[in-house]
């Protein structure tokens, strides 16, 4: 496990895809991010929000809960400015824009989000950074709220879904691409709570996607 960041107050790691950030609710034997945490550096460092399972990238931890709770709370007022990298299928119709659209758990499948009109609201920017002839596109997203499954739903919604979704994408048809979800964690910038200084914390993208990446850019040369 990689430690991008630490000092008496907070821990940033880079969490790799395939790995739960806490403890499974049922299966409390199952790996995860928390649990290496608390064995390599401290039992008194706690997430304060998480990613996806197949999701890559910075997790935050608080070292003590008086700091978990004043990054929670940061979090919760939108005063941490998250960047994530997404590859997709497709291209936005718009090179950089926005999409807002509520979300609430589906009624009928189990762990899935649905947009929904009367559901809660969520808000994702996104930005064109690169895209290919054989139909791929790299997205810069910055989510203005944390809902579950929110990039992945709201991509999905404008005809972009992410590369090797098994919730809202084309699944296994993109494994050739890159076997994983192609969503990483890129970025994550706050004031820090002590120092009052900015921190920007980067996790570059994993082997695997930049090796996904590369291979389009080559293919589209030819």
Known sequence: MNILYQDDYLLAVDKPSG?????DRWDKEQANLAGWVHEHVSPECFNVHRLDKDT????????GIDMVHKLTAMFDAQ????????????????????????????????????IDPQGSPARTQYEVRRTWPAGYSLLELWPKTGRTHQLR??????GCPIVSDPFYGRGELEHDILPRLALHAWRLTLTHPVTAKTLTVESPLPEEFQAAVDRLEVEGER
Request: hydrophobic letters at 45%; a positive charge.
């Open 19 to 23: 790995l739960l950030v806490a403890p």
């Open 153 to 158: 739903v709201h991509l999905a919604s404008i």
């Open 56 to 63: 890559s990238g910075v997790v935050l931890f608080g070292k």
């Open 79 to 114: 005063q941490v400015t998250k960047v994530y990298q997404a590859l997709v299928k497709g291209r936005p119709a718009k090179s950089r824009g926005a999409i807002s659209a509520a979300l609430s758990s589906d009624p009928y499948r189990k762990g899935k989000m649905i």
